[in-house]
């Protein structure tokens, strides 16, 4: 799998839905025709947040493993979204 684009990710001044990497470079938009304004800020600032939330739920895997042995459901189902989204580091 390709790495993705390495946050931080940041909301274009004035325009909350669209969303660029520290370069300026375009990560993604969040405007859907007919959506209202509130819902398209709120979908980019979950995406905004993507590296910071894969970054911590590999540390909460690599760290806190006898925790979520409690509860393996959880553990497999985070090792999965770590894989898909670039492997467990």
Do not use: F, Y
């Amino acid at each position: 799998m390709n790495q993705h684009t390495p946050g931080p990710w940041h909301p274009v001044p004035g325009t909350p839905i669209i969303l660029t990497d520290k370069d300026g470079s375009l990560i993604a938009s969040a405007a859907v025709k007919g959506m209202a304004v509130e819902e398209q800020r709120a979908n980019a600032t979950l995406i905004a947040a993507a590296p910071e939330m894969r970054a911590l739920l590999a540390w909460i895997v690599a760290h806190c493993e006898t925790p979520l042995a409690d509860d393996p459901e959880r553990l497999r189902a985070a090792v999965e979204l770590l894989t898909k989204t670039g492997g467990v580091s």
